[in-house]
């Protein structure tokens, strides 16, 4: 496909437009100043160009000389790098560099507040100076990172290092917009007479309407059918979905999101507060109705049955904090479907109350 521009053929355009690329994103501020500094020295002398401008005669010669040497091209006059081109080095024993590369061979995810810790015991037998924190992560970093992977050997014979996938993770700023914007789902995990039983849960972030489900199954696609069951109870679409990086929330849940063009959010490792929104009504959960049948536990239908009594009473009649006790997350929900009818009429006019 070819692209069609209407100053096709006009001389000089090209080299116009280059031209305007370069002063708009090439040319900083600073060097706009200089040039125009050594214009008025051109046309009025030295003198007037010391009294107009703060600048020193050295320094004006200076930049002068950086036009020239650059052929009279305006982005010589940018600043450049003040950094030295010889840096000092970090001077440390070699006995302290050797023990640090030896506990990062032997234990490849020990950080470095770890290895300051467990360098104390080897400085004091040596009388040595143990570095800092700070010290001992830019001497890792100097050292090339000290950073080996597990490998594993593949059917070829051919040995792979194993790495992390990276996933995507909530950004920082993220706020729930309106309903369905954002879900965040995670799992409880309870024993009731040595058997496993797990409780999956899910919260719109914005409304705050939740739902969970008992099931004997760790697996994504326990998880992902319980997803879908969100989405037949949920009245709206989802935009983000947000979980940890537990394995249910893997392979075929991941899948499913993908299938419906479904954004998913990972919280960091460890890092529970990401999601702090679910992480509440798993607390809420287990104190007003698990911690009273975990018996039923044993048998999940059971447990579903008298689950979905309480999801209801819980969605429809019991206040919720967030709407200062006064609102359950279905009332808010039709109290926002009220305010949009309320602000338009059938003639256009906003709604006007006497």
């Known amino acids: ?38 214009a008025f020295y051109r046309k009025h002398g ?3 160009t010391l009294d107009a401008f703060p600048v020193k005669r050295s320094t004006l010669f200076l930049w002068q000389k950086k036009l020239k040497n650059g052929q009279g091209k305006l982005e010589s006059l940018n600043n450049q790098s003040r950094a030295p081109q010889t840096k000092r080095q970090r001077l440390w024993p070699e006995p302290v560099m050797s023990e640090i590369k030896h506990l990062r061979q032997e ?9 300051h810790t467990l360098l104390q015991e080897f ?19 100097d050292a090339g990172g000290l950073r080996t992977f597990p490998q594993k050997v593949s059917h070829f014979g051919k040995v792979k290092p194993i790495k992390r996938a990276k996933v995507l993770r909530k950004p920082k700023d993220f706020k729930a917009l309106y309903v369905g914007h954002l879900v965040a789902l995670d799992t409880i995990e309870k024993f009731v007479h040595g058997v496993r039983r797990y409780v999956i849960t899910f919260e719109d972030i914005f409304s705050r309407f939740s739902f969970a489900w008992g099931t004997t199954s760790h ?16 009245p709206k679409p989802f935009a983000f979905a947000l979980t940890d990086n537990g394995s249910e929330f893997k392979k075929h849940f991941n899948q499913e999101l993908e299938k419906q063009h479904i954004i998913h959010y990972h919280t960091r490792p460890r890092t529970p507060k990401m999601n702090a929104h679910c992480e ?20 999940p239908t059971v447990f579903n049955r008298s689950l979905m009594t309480w ?36 003639l256009g006019w906003t709604h006007t109350c006497y």
């Open 1 to 38: 496909m070819q692209i069609h521009c209407k100053y096709t053929g006009i001389k000089g355009f090209v080299r116009t437009y280059n031209y305007g690329l370069k002063w708009r994103y090439m040319v900083t501020d600073k060097a706009k100043y200089k040039a125009r500094v050594l």
């Open 46 to 48: 030295l003198i007037p």
């Open 107 to 115: 234990h490849p995810n020990l950080g470095k507040d770890k290895i």
């Open 123 to 141: 400085c004091d037998q040596n009388q040595l100076i143990r570095p800092t924190t700070s010290t001992i992560g830019r001497l890792i970093k």
């Open 219 to 234: 697996a994504s696609l326990a998880a992902k059918e319980f997803f879908n069951y969100c989405q037949t109870v949920f």
């Open 280 to 299: 509440r009504f798993n607390r809420t959960i287990q104190e007003e109705f698990i911690d009273y049948h975990q018996g039923e536990l044993l048998n």
């Open 311 to 346: 999801l209801i009473w819980y969605n429809t009649k019991r206040p919720h904090f967030a709407f200062q006790n006064k609102l359950s997350p279905v009332q808010y929900l039709m109290s926002l479907e009220r305010a949009k009818k309320l602000t338009k009429s059938n």
